[in-house]
Nanobody, 127 residues
Framework: QVQLVESGGGLAQAGGSLRLSCAAS????????MGWFRQAPGKEREFVATIRWSGGRTHYADFVKNRFTISGDNARNTVYLQMNNLQPEDSAVYFCASGSRLSLLIKPATPDNYDYWGQGTQVTVSS
């Protein structure tokens, strides 16, 4: 089992920044990649970004490129999501996810390819 705990959410103004953290514990050595998803009220959960532990390869959703950056700290088993130039449409609950399946490395944007999820952290961006 892997436990994931997100932090760093809150309220930001349009154009502002927030940094989310996701701390993993438990059988973290089995994790191949970690990702961030978000879900706004009435909408489906959508992929934001992912990072592979081995090699650090990253993948982003088109709508966050050049604004969000995902990074990882192997020693701390922690993944970060630096969010810059936030916009009201970025308001959502942001979830951290982890997995070890081969399918995750092939299709990192598919939620079903992740095995573990955090409880989420709320991000609200005011205009």
């Amino acid at each position: 089992q892997v436990q994931l705990v997100e932090s760093g959410g809150g309220l930001a103004q349009a154009g502002g920044s927030l940094r989310l953290s996701c701390a993993a514990s438990g059988r973290t050595f089995s994790s191949a990649a970690m990702g961030w998803f978000r879900q706004a009220p009435g909408k489906e959960r959508e992929f934001v970004a992912t990072i592979r532990w081995s090699g650090g390869r990253t993948h982003y959703a088109d709508f966050v490129k050049n604004r969000f950056t995902i990074s990882g700290d192997n020693a701390r088993n922690t993944v970060y999501l630096q969010m810059n130039n936030l916009q009201p449409e970025d308001s959502a609950v942001y979830f951290c996810a982890s997995g070890s399946r081969l399918s995750l490395l092939i299709k990192p944007a598919t939620p079903d390819n992740y095995d573990y999820w955090g409880q989420g952290t709320q991000v609200t961006v005011s205009s």
